[in-house]
């Protein structure tokens, strides 16, 4: 079982930035991805950005300029620098850690979700 953990959460002004970090342990074969989700009130969880162990980082079109994704491959974090946040970010963030372990019924991928950090941005 994997345990994911965000933090770094909190409440900013518009144009203000904040720093998410999100930490992976237990037993972990090989993490194919790691990436960062946000969930606004009333809405869709959607991917803000992501980044592969073997290739790299993506980003949703509404945050790219602003928001760097980076890993910490030796101690399996995961980090969203975020600048320049808008009201419209504000939004409970989630971290999800994609594994890959290969057996008897060939490559299964297992995904691993935090409890989420809320992210609030005033106006």
């Known amino acids: 079982q994997v345990q994911v953990v965000e933090s770094g959460g909190g409440s900013v002004r518009a144009g203000g930035s904040l720093r998410l970090s999100c930490a992976a342990s237990g037993v972990i074969f090989r993490i194919k991805t790691m990436a960062w989700y946000r969930q606004a009130p009333g809405k869709q969880r959607e991917l803000v950005a992501h980044v592969p162990t073997d290739g790299n980082a993506d980003y949703a079109d509404s945050v790219k300029g602003r928001f760097t994704i980076s890993r910490d491959t030796a101690k399996n974090t995961v980090y969203l620098a975020m600048n320049n946040l808008k009201p419209k970010g504000a939004a409970a963030y989630y971290c999800?850690?994609?594994?890959?372990?290969?057996?008897?019924?060939?490559?299964?991928?297992?995904?691993?979700w935090g409890q989420g950090t809320q992210v609030t941005v005033s106006s």
């Open positions: 999800k850690v994609t594994t890959t372990e290969v057996g008897m019924q060939g490559i299964i991928d297992y995904g691993f």
